[in-house]
């Protein structure tokens, strides 16, 4: 199994989500109602860094943030 890993510091990266009510931040943009925000954490408590992956409106309604994904290079 691949573990994604920080861009800054290797350590791994976790999964978490919560509501923001940021829906403007998504590529369905502001008042779309994806207010919950998905992102991947750094466990690395030094780092700590957050990386958005995108919002969801339900469990099956997602939609990509609109900035660079660091993660994923």
Not at 10 to 30: A, R
Request: glycine share 10%; hydrophobic share 25%; aromatic share 12%.
């Amino acid at each position: 199994m691949n573990i994604l890993k920080c861009p800054e510091c290797n350590s791994k990266l976790k999964i978490q989500y919560g509501y923001t009510g940021c829906d403007w931040l998504c590529e369905e943009g502001e008042g779309s109602g994806f207010g919950y925000e998905v992102s991947l954490d750094c466990t690395n408590d030094s780092c700590a860094r957050i990386f958005t992956i995108g919002h969801l409106k339900s469990y099956g309604d997602f939609s990509e943030v609109k900035e660079h994904k660091p993660y994923l290079t």
